[in-house]
């Protein structure tokens, strides 16, 4: 498997566009997104598991019934969720993709983020929809995934080569991220895109048992989007055989997703709103799989420790009250602390207790922009990582009054 | 029931004292509380779920298993967890208390606050246990506040009047509060005395019960402190006929305790670490008690809402989107959200959905000290409240660099 250029085009038969069509005030920053196959594609997803869910979620989930998608399309700016007219919204913008690019609307994925509960027109989007459509190209991945972005500060695209049966397949993804990010079975917005033949059930199979290690293990604050969701469109143009169960080729399959989706969870994290620094908690010496998910989970998720990482300050108490409370059953006089990055690794507690340790080279070490957790729980052979970021003043700003 | 001076040296018998011992470099600040009652008191106490337990946590445990105390030592600066001689050190602190007071070791309370996972001495307490002592007096309750507080700002007291069959009885609490504050069972550090005779199994049963309403729906960061206990001790001097059951002033004990209860968690939440605001989520007409307790603690902890509510920006979107990722089941299209505070109320979100505002007013409104969350959730009788603050660039500048 090698990285190779061009995001959620990297796949044959995909191609991409993002315009600014009016939702956002701001001429500069463009507000809609398409991805299109050239032929109908399996398609899986998995969506937010918070009760209040956007219109255009739900409508997603009843056109991906049948296992079937060729186009996405993404307008950020507006959430269209909690507001009167979200599903006949949602509705024109799968209609008008529909219209557009001669597909049934049922083969429309439609996603939106945004502010919540703010009043949407779909005018915009029916001005733009011309210019959208005539600009797909096989270079449009740049576009749709600007598209998309909402506090990003940076767009979030990836992509790979692998073989499957002796054939080349690409797969690749771009991602929103940023604020409100806490996944619970699904998580912010990503879009992959692939040319492997693959069913649509090992497609959903692949993709929900993948995200259980990816996206749900990261974290920006705590907080589940009502939007989210992860899709993922196989239109089988790489000419392999399909793959319809398990096997060699289910496992190269989910081998790519997973490297497509570490990541992009990175680059979500390491753009957290407000963010300096990723940070990645790796948990080791767990006596289940379970354990080493929650230790890893409530670790990135401690507003004190993401501080902490945002002060460089090697407050490992932290770390130790966050797994005290993380609900997993383990023995605390049994864990080691360390803290990694390119600029070294230092060990702050030994089987639950502080030891003496330089303090400057700490400093040094949590003042790079990548810094890794190192939990080693001393009580079985599970691991676990999650990623998260600092907590950090513009955090604060940036969410302090995000609606004006 | 009245509200008195007097703190926890409000109830008869009570004297208190706080003194700058040396376990904080900074000599203008506190760092050892004593209180102590001239007979032996029924004694209650709840503490922190966290599996990382402070040994003097730990200690206190055994000490109350007879249901008796008659001190509490409490000293700031040093949580005296996850360090090698913690149990040595707490057991050193309630030897000392005991040979100064002439009382058993087994009824002194033992409580520490401050960073984890620091070496610890018994010297500075050593050398301050006299002057600690002999400084003891009715008027002692500002200096033993004082003397637990962290990174608090204020302290805070509180103290009430009530009538137990005839009898007037006092009960008074301080409270130390500001970050790691996310309880679970049990809460920061709150030490409350009673001049009224109430069994210890009584006692008990009221605070178990009362925290639930109190301190369990208090969050300031959504971190669990490894130290959090409360404490109450209740000496009888009031002389009321013994409370040994449920009924009347079982009642009125269970009211007065609330108060207190009630009032330091407001103290405490609106001098949460970094917080401008103190923020109160009420939510009503819900299907039962665990469904308003969860809606009310999840809009309180979530991040975004938080920054929000600091910013004055009526983002109502941000209390749906928490109250849907909360766990409990309800029907979203049946909520309704207003904001409410000294400078109005204001109505933002109706059956799930927004209704047109006055931005102008929703400003003014959240630009006060105190603001209410009002939450409707139409679906029954039940009701909770939840106290919380604003997520504000100080906090992040408290935690950034806490240790240093």
């Known amino acids: 498997m090698k990285q190779i250029e061009g995001g959620v085009c990297a796949a044959k038969g995909f191609t991409a566009n993002g315009i600014h069509c009016g939702i956002r005030k701001n001429r500069s920053k463009r507000d809609l997104a398409l991805i299109y196959s050239s032929t109908r594609a399996a398609c899986a997803a998995v969506y937010t598991q918070n009760l209040v869910k956007g219109a255009p979620l739900k409508l997603t989930k009843e056109h991906l019934s049948d296992g079937w998608a060729q186009a996405i399309i993404c307008n950020s700016g507006n959430a269209n969720t909690c507001n009167a007219n979200g599903r006949e919204i949602a509705e024109g913008m799968s209609e008008l993709v529909s219209k557009r690019l001669g597909i049934k609307a049922q083969d429309v994925v439609v996603a939106s983020t945004g502010v919540i509960g703010q009043p949407m027109s779909l005018e915009p989007i029916e001005k733009g929809i011309g210019a959208l459509t005539d600009g797909l190209s096989r270079d449009g991945c740049e576009k749709a995934a600007e598209g998309i972005m909402t506090t990003d500060t940076v767009k979030k695209e990836m992509a790979v080569e692998f073989t499957l049966g002796g054939k080349t397949c690409r797969m690749g993804g771009i991602a929103k991220g940023s604020g409100m990010i806490h996944p619970n079975m699904a998580t912010m917005l990503v879009f992959i895109t692939t040319d492997a033949a693959i069913s649509a059930e090992m497609l959903q199979k692949a993709l929900s048992g993948n995200v259980q290690n990816t996206f749900n293990m990261l974290s920006i604050d705590g907080d589940t989007s009502t939007n989210d969701m992860v899709v993922v469109m196989a239109n089988g143009q790489a000419e392999n055989e399909e793959v319809n169960g398990e096997g060699e080729d289910f496992d190269r399959f989910m081998q790519a997703l997973n490297t497509i989706n570490v990541g992009l969870c990175r680059m979500i994290a390491g753009d957290g709103e407000g963010a300096t620094k990723l ?41 130790l009250c966050a ?71 513009d955090y604060v700003k940036i969410n302090g009054d995000y609606r004006t």
Chains 1, 2 share one sequence.
Do not use: H, P
């Open 323 to 393: 797994i005290g409370y993380s609900g997993a059953q383990l023995d605390v006089d049994k864990i080691d602390v360390s803290f990694q990055s390119d600029a070294g690794l230092i060990e702050v507690c030994k089987n639950g207790a502080g030891v003496d340790f330089d303090e400057a080279l700490a400093k040094k070490i949590l003042s790079e922009k990548e810094i890794d957790i190192l939990v080693e729980l001393n009580s079985g052979a599970f691991s676990a990582d999650a990623w998260g970021c600092d907590l950090t003043y």
């Open 279 to 319: 940070l990645e908690c790796k948990v080791s010496g767990a006596s289940d799989k379970s354990t080493a998910r929650t230790v890893a989970k409530s670790v990135i998720c401690s507003s004190l420790l993401k501080a902490a990482m945002f002060g460089a300050d090697a407050n490992w108490g932290r770390v």
